[in-house]
Nanobody, 123 residues
Framework: QVQLVESGGGLVQAGGSLRLSCAASGRTFSTYTMAWFRQAPGKEREFVAAGGWSGGSTYYGDPVKGRFAISRDNAKNTFYLQMNSLKAEDTAVYHC????????????????WGQGTQVTVSS
């Protein structure tokens, strides 16, 4: 069984920064694509960013390009989302996801999901 646990969410003022973490356990994630999605109340799940564990290309949703960045620590099986220049519209529950398909913005590409961590940006 694969478990993903997100942490690092919280309340931050507009213009501030947060770093989210996704701790993965249960399997070796060296071949998994990892991704972040977010969902705001009343809205559909939105792709944020994705990339492979062993390097290669990274992908970002248009709303976060230039402000967010993903990284990983393979030794710790942890995946990160650095969020800078936060805006009120970034407020959402952020979910970590893992899958064996190539990096994609489609939720269907990911088999495993975490419970999410709340990010609230005050304007």
């Amino acid at each position: 069984q694969v478990q993903l646990v997100e942490s690092g969410g919280g309340l931050v003022q507009a213009g501030g920064s947060l770093r989210l973490s996704c701790a993965a356990s249960g399997r070796t994630f060296s071949t998994y694509t990892m991704a972040w999605f977010r969902q705001a109340p009343g809205k559909e799940r939105e792709f944020v960013a994705a990339g492979g564990w062993s390097g290669g290309s990274t992908y970002y949703g248009d709303p976060v390009k230039g402000r967010f960045a993903i990284s990983r620590d393979n030794a710790k099986n942890t995946f990160y989302l650095q969020m800078n220049s936060l805006k009120a519209e970034d407020t959402a529950v952020y979910h970590c996801a893992a899958g064996l398909s190539a990096a994609s913005g489609r939720p269907q590409s990911y088999e495993y999901w975490g419970q999410g961590t709340q990010v609230t940006v005050s304007s």
